[in-house]
Every structure is written in C-alpha cells, then in structure tokens.
C-alpha cells in the first residue's frame, strides 16, 4: 500500500504542475448546444406585436397565466391543457418558489390553513438537486429524506412518511432522468403517489420535470401524466408539475411553466397577479415560433441536443470503466438522459477526492452538494456535469478524478491501517 500511495502522490504532484483548468460544476449546456437555436433570436420582428391569439405583445394584457400559444405548446409537452397551464419567465425555479410561498402565506386550495402557520416539512429524494434543498431551506421548510431508486422515491419510506406526520406537506423530486442519479419513476410509483393515504389534506406533489425531453438516445420513457393519475385518483389539485426551455434554448433566456389542475392555475393566478402583471410576452411568443417552426418541433431539436450530448457521456463511462471499473473503488450511473452523472466512492472520501481535484485543477460540485443542508452522511456522493465542455477535456476531467478517487482511498486506507 505504502508504494502505491506514493506512485499515486508523485502522480498528482505531477499533474499540479500542468496548470489545468477544467470545470464540471453545474450542468450548463455548451455554446454548441446554445447555438442550435441562435435563429430564435431573429425570428420575431418588429412586425409581430399581436399574437395570432389576438395579445399585444408590447403592452400590458395578456394575463399572468402567459399567452396561450405558450399555454398551448407547453401544455402539449406536459400532456395538459392549455387551461391547465401557467407560463412564465426564464426559470422553472421561480415558479416552483412562488408556489411554496403562496402556500405558506394563503394556504393552497385545499389547505385549511396557511403552511406558514405551524411546523412544515417535504420529502425530498437524495441524492437530489441541491437548488432544491437551498430554497426549502430559506422558506423554513424541514426536509425528510428518501432514496431515489431506478422506479423513483423510495415509496414505502414516503408513504409512512406522508401517513404518519400532517407537517409533512408534500414531496418534491425530480421525477425524469432525476438530477443526479438520472433514475426515472415508474408509471406504478406515479399511481402509488396519487392514490395514497396522507395525514395532510392538502398534501402536495411537486415534480420539477427539468429534464423530461433530453433523452441522449432513442428510447424516450414517458411517464404516466401527474395530474390525470392525480384526477383519476380523486386527489385532482394534488400536483404541480414544472419545466422549462433553459436546456432546450437558452439557460439565461428562456420560459418557465408548470401544469396542473384549473382550481391551482386560479390560485396561483390570483397569487402571482398581486407580484406582478405578466411574463415577457414577447420572449413567449419568439419560443412559440422558434419551436413551432423547428424541424421536428421539441423533438427535434431535443434530438439535436441528444447529438451533442451523448457523446460526453459516453466518454465518462468508457474512461470511468478504464480507470476504475472493477476495482471497488466506485460506482457511478449509466443515465439514458439528462445532465448529470451520479457517482459513489466506496470510502467515506467524497469531500478528499473534491480538494485533490481542485488542487490540480479541476473544479467539481462540493461534497455533500446532492443532500439536505450539504450532509452527505457517506461522505460518497458526487454529482459529475460533463455537459458544457468538449469531450477532449471530459475524459481529462475523468482520468483526473479517477486518480483522485484513487489517492483519496489509499490516503484512507493508510489512515485505517
């Protein structure tokens, strides 16, 4: 052991020296991705100030429910209608947190009060989205944690969870491709979530469906749809669902939305009105047209993506699989879609192998990043974004974290011995 951890220290002294510069923090997508849809920049001219619904896009009208060509598109990529849907502005975040925050301040239709008047929690699957974590955990919010399995949350820790506790409001989960682990809920597990006893009345689905198009191959899952297992179920107000184009046009420039049912569309609608009078009704409609008009629509230009992106992940499996495949050191996923990589050391060393990376480097999401209040109890979760750089600097990231997985064990090793 003892030459092994020198050959791996005198290996990382070597690379300190390169002056690398990589990053694989945040999932973005790269400037390729970006420019597939550089002619949604000008396909909206100083001649489209009315839309074909009859909304003049430069002045006030229109509602905060967003136009409803918009209503329309996304409408169709949920699987609602158009009255089942509220667009907004860039993030899908946004909407998310104006949600919460109606319901702790005026309660949601079926609460018999304001969430903000007692003690409140959500389930939340880990290893998850750490955006997530951070906005529960500014609007006051305790967070119980469940697995995320290859059929979704772990079902039977949240139907106890949900049963046993009226603070426990609802569930919020990435429920496509989830961000990390890229594990997509069943169609059963959806029924399961309708269906299900809870202690709160107004106990509440948030499915934030990010990824639900960016599939990397041909196989495409379509889950069943929230808000009709919901309605069929007799919980018809039970879930929010949300997505946005940050992945599919711009990250900085796009719309957000969410579908759910028609008494929770007038809720928000009456909550959101006293923020603000509308969406950017013209950034709507440049997407209406862009993505109308796209060869394929969504689909196609999602296949585009898929084009771009698959390779990258390819090249994280066949180095990860080189450098460390079969030597129980790590696991990591294999996703069909989305924008992360979920990766597992076999020591407690996730927060070593970050600190290693860092010192030759590359800069990789925190430990602790994917779990509530950045607590990883293993110490072992990492969440790799190969997205936005070239391939060439994907595998140099790989090779780079494989060797600090590899220091990182033997350092403990040495330590336990």
């Given amino acids: 052991m003892g030459n092994d951890l020198e050959e791996l220290r005198a290996r990382h002294a070597e690379l300190k020296g390169r002056q690398t510069a990589l990053n694989m923090e945040r999932g973005q997508p790269s400037d390729a991705n970006f420019d597939l849809s550089n002619p949604m920049l000008t396909c909206v001219g100083a001649e489209d100030v009315v839309s074909p619904s009859g909304v003049a896009l430069r002045n006030y009208p229109g509602g905060v429910a967003g136009i409803s060509e918009a209503r329309e598109l996304f409408g169709e990529l949920l699987g609602v209608s158009a009255d089942e849907m509220m667009v ?91 961000n990390p682990t890229g594990d997509t809920i069943s169609d059963a597990n959806i029924e399961r979530l309708a269906r299900m006893n809870a202690a709160a009345p107004d106990f509440t689905i948030f499915a934030d469906d990010a990824y639900a198009v960016h599939h990397h191959g041909e196989e495409r899952p379509r889950s069943r749809n929230f808000v009709r297992a919901c309605e069929d179920a007799g919980h018809p107000d039970r879930a929010f669902v949300y997505g946005s184009t940050s992945k599919m046009t711009f990250a900085g420039a796009g719309v957000g939305f969410l579908g759910t049912s028609r008494p929770n569309v007038a809720w928000l609608g009456k909550w959101m009105a006293t923020q603000y009078i509308g969406p950017n009704k013209i950034e709507q409609y440049r997407h209406v047209k862009f993505l109308r008009s796209y060869p394929g629509g969504i689909a196609g230009l999602m296949r585009a993506h898929a084009e771009l992106l698959r390779p990258k992940f ?72 190969p997205s936005r750089p070239p ?27």
């Fill in 88 to 178: 907004g502005n860039n993030s899908s975040l946004e909407m998310l947190a104006s949600t919460l925050l109606g319901a702790l301040i005026r309660g949601l239709p079926a609460s018999d009060k304001p969430w903000i008047s007692g003690r409140r929690k959500m389930i939340v699957t880990v290893p998850g989205y750490d955006r997530h974590f951070t906005l529960l955990e500014s609007l006051g919010f305790e967070m119980a944690t469940v697995a995320m399995t290859p059929e979704g949350p772990d079902m039977a820790a949240v139907q106890k969870l949900a049963a046993s506790n009226p603070a426990v409001r609802g569930l919020l989960f990435v429920p496509t491709y989830s």
């Fill in 314 to 385: 390819e090249a994280v499996q066949r180095v990860l699989q080189r450098e460390l495949g079969g030597t129980g050191l790590a696991t990591w996923a294999n996703p069909k879609g989305g924008y992360f990589v979920s990766f597992d050391t076999a020591r407690p060393v996730a927060d070593r192998v970050v600190a290693l990376a860092a010192e030759v480097g590359l800069a990789l999401t925190p430990a602790g990043s994917t779990y509530p209040h950045g607590n990883d109890p293993k110490n072992a979760n990492l969440r790799i974004a």
């Fill in 391 to 417: 391939v060439s600097e994907v595998e140099q990231a790989m090779e780079i974290l494989a060797l600090c997985v590899k220091l990182a064990s033997a350092e403990y090793e040495a330590r336990a011995a």
